[in-house]
């Protein structure tokens, strides 16, 4: 089982609409949660960091349910600048800390 | 210049020539990282440096040699690569390896 899985899309949606992405994660000690967006061919930029209680950042809400070890992003009247892909990004934590990267979700946002 | 700088942004360079990669960071961060992007596969970390000491090399051939001279730059020198090493190579800075980091804008190496 991969450390961190996510769907690879491609999700296409149209502008306007509310659109969810969920990953999961292997490692129950990890620590701290991420989500990264990258554009194509650029280098991937934080997004937001997920904590326990849920965290809003405009029209962005993730969420962490260490129960059953997924996060997800849920993002509302997509833009058309939205369309990049979403990385979930785990933290091991301790001594061997290290970011473990999923492989993206594609998002398209078509008008 | 704030931020992680990466130079250069492109490299093409032949299986017997020797190239380094330089990357910086202006956000005082204590960790710096080595990454490669293949296309269509995840983010592979090669490299970890934390106060100036390697602490991280995730089995990389040493073909590929890091150097962190201090804790605002990070080198990887390149020698004898092979066609399958074209990728982005990223660099990434954090402020210790249990927070975020923030990337350079990457290399985009062709090995010819």
């Known amino acids: 089982r991969k450390e961190v899985e996510q769907d690879p899309g491609p999700f296409n949606v149209p502008e306007g609409a509310t659109v969810a992405f969920n990953c999961t994660y292997s490692n129950s000690a990890s620590q701290s949660f991420f989500w990264y967006r990258q554009d194509c061919r650029k280098e991937p930029k934080l997004l937001m960091s997920v904590y326990s209680s849920g965290n809003e950042d405009g029209r962005f809400t993730a969420q962490l349910n260490r129960a059953s070890q997924y996060i997800s992003l849920l993002i509302r009247d997509s833009k058309l600048s939205d369309s990049a892909t979403y990385l979930c990004v785990v933290n091991r934590g301790g001594t061997a800390s290290k970011l473990t990267f999923g492989t993206g979700t594609r998002l398209q946002v078509t008008l | 210049e704030t931020g992680v700088t990466q130079t250069p942004r492109h490299l093409v360079m032949g299986m017997t020539n020797k190239k380094s990669l330089k990357c910086e960071q202006h956000?005082?961060?204590?960790?710096m990282y080595w990454y490669k992007q293949s296309a269509k596969k995840p983010l592979e970390l090669m490299f970890v440096y934390s106060l100036e000491e390697r602490v991280e090399n995730n089995s990389v051939p040493s073909r590929f040699s890091p150097e962190c001279p201090n804790s605002s730059h990070l080198f990887l020198h390149l020698h004898t690569l092979q066609p399958e090493d074209s990728a982005l190579y990223l660099c990434?800075?954090?402020?210790?390896?249990?927070?975020?980091?923030?990337f350079g804008p990457g290399t985009r190496l062709t090995v010819t």
């Open positions: 990434a800075s954090s402020q210790d390896s249990r927070y975020e980091q923030y």
């Open positions: 956000l005082g961060h204590n960790a």
